[in-house]
């Protein structure tokens, strides 16, 4: 089975808030994680990624949170603009493989 | 820098025949990957190849079948169609997913259909 997995399947947000996609995951064991977007007609795009070491890390507009305890990450989008609107993927390494959970639709309105 | 190119990018089968894709890794990547991308069952890892050699294979039947060149460029086959391989098979590269890094690198991939 899947050990990554995401709560909401869509987020319709409004251009200027701030999105928040959240991503559980099962295997206790994993200790690396990647947020990935993919726009339509596209392949997916690496964002941002962080290790177990870590409980944050931050790009351009974009933060991962990662949560052991409970054993959840979020992906945090500040300003969220309409060339945001993509599918977004967070996924973990299985040895040289990419478990990919389901994916949240993030809509972004003017 | 060229991107990760797939070919063809369009293609539609019969039940039965079998179908061949290809993929040309970014220059100087060395590891290739294949998914296959369906409404269902979403990004699914199918096998990854470093230096010509399988590393990784995901749980698919042994209809799905791959390789990879001296050059790095990566084919992948399907034997014996089903209607239910009808999907985005996405290849992507990295200079070395043994390194740990999750960045990979996705072509716009080849949509199967099958009839």
């Known amino acids: 089975g899947e050990n990554v997995g995401l709560h909401l399947p869509t987020l319709s947000v409004q251009e200027g808030d701030n999105s928040i996609i959240n991503c559980a995951y099962s295997?206790?064991?994993?200790?690396?994680f990647i947020w990935y977007k993919q726009e339509s007609g596209k392949g997916p795009q690496f964002i941002i990624d962080?290790?177990?070491?870590?409980d944050k890390r931050q790009g351009q507009r974009v933060t991962v949170l990662l949560n052991k305890t409970v054993k959840h990450l979020s992906l945090q989008i500040a300003a969220t603009q309409p060339g945001d609107s993509a599918v977004y993927f967070c996924?973990?390494?299985?040895?040289?493989?990419?478990?990919f959970g389901k994916g949240t639709t993030l809509s972004v309105s003017s | 820098k060229a991107g990760v190119t797939q070919t063809p990018r369009y293609l539609i089968k019969t039940r039965g025949q079998q179908v061949t894709l290809s993929c040309s890794p970014i220059?100087?990547?060395?590891?290739v990957s294949w998914y296959q991308q369906t409404p269902g069952q979403g990004l699914q890892f199918l096998f990854e190849?470093?230096?010509?050699?399988?590393?990784n294979k995901g749980n698919f039947p042994g209809r799905f079948s791959g390789r990879q060149f001296s050059n790095s460029r990566s084919e992948m086959n399907v034997s014996t169609l089903e209607l239910g391989d009808s999907a985005l098979y996405l290849c992507?590269?990295?200079?070395?997913?043994?390194?740990?890094?999750?960045?990979?690198?996705f072509g716009e991939g080849s949509r199967l259909t099958v009839l």
């Open positions: 992507a590269s990295s200079f070395d997913l043994g390194g740990r890094t999750g960045e990979l690198f």
């Open positions: 295997n206790s064991a994993s200790d690396y």
């Open positions: 962080i290790r177990s070491n870590m």
């Open positions: 996924a973990e390494i299985l040895g040289t493989a990419l478990i």
């Open positions: 220059s100087g990547h060395r590891s």
């Open positions: 190849y470093f230096s010509e050699t399988q590393r």
